[in-house]
């Protein structure tokens, strides 16, 4: 019996349960235009994924990589949420840099 799927299955379940709080504390305290630097990150997770030989390894950084880049595009959707005051609201977030040309930019959502 073969139980690499099932448990793929549910490390997956849970490394995207964990990227909730993820999302709605990346938010709250650094703010949606972080989500390019995001986004980064998560690809290059997702490539250092496919350099490892070992399975489990490779899923597991894989999974982490492409719950930064779902968060990524989370992060605008979770600021209006913060905004109509779903969730707690903070007005001092950490600015990013080159915060004026991400501005520029559309924020993408799945």
């Known amino acids: 019996m073969n139980l690499f799927g099932i448990l793929t299955g549910l490390v997956t379940l849970l490394i995207i349960g964990l990227g909730f709080p993820l999302v709605i504390q990346g ?3 650094f703010g949606y235009l972080w989500w390019p630097y995001m986004m980064g990150l998560g690809v290059l997770i997702i490539i250092a994924s496919l350099l490892i030989q070992n399975d489990w390894p490779s899923v597991i950084i894989g999974v982490i990589g492409a719950t930064f880049v779902w968060g990524s595009t989370e992060l605008k959707e979770q600021a209006v949420r913060a905004e109509i005051g ?5 007005g001092n ?3 990013p840099p080159f915060e004026a040309v ?9």
């Open 27 to 29: 938010e709250r305290i």
């Open 102 to 110: 991400i501005k520029k930019w559309k924020a993408p959502h799945l």
């Open 93 to 95: 977030k950490i600015r």
């Open 86 to 90: 779903w969730y707690p609201f903070n």
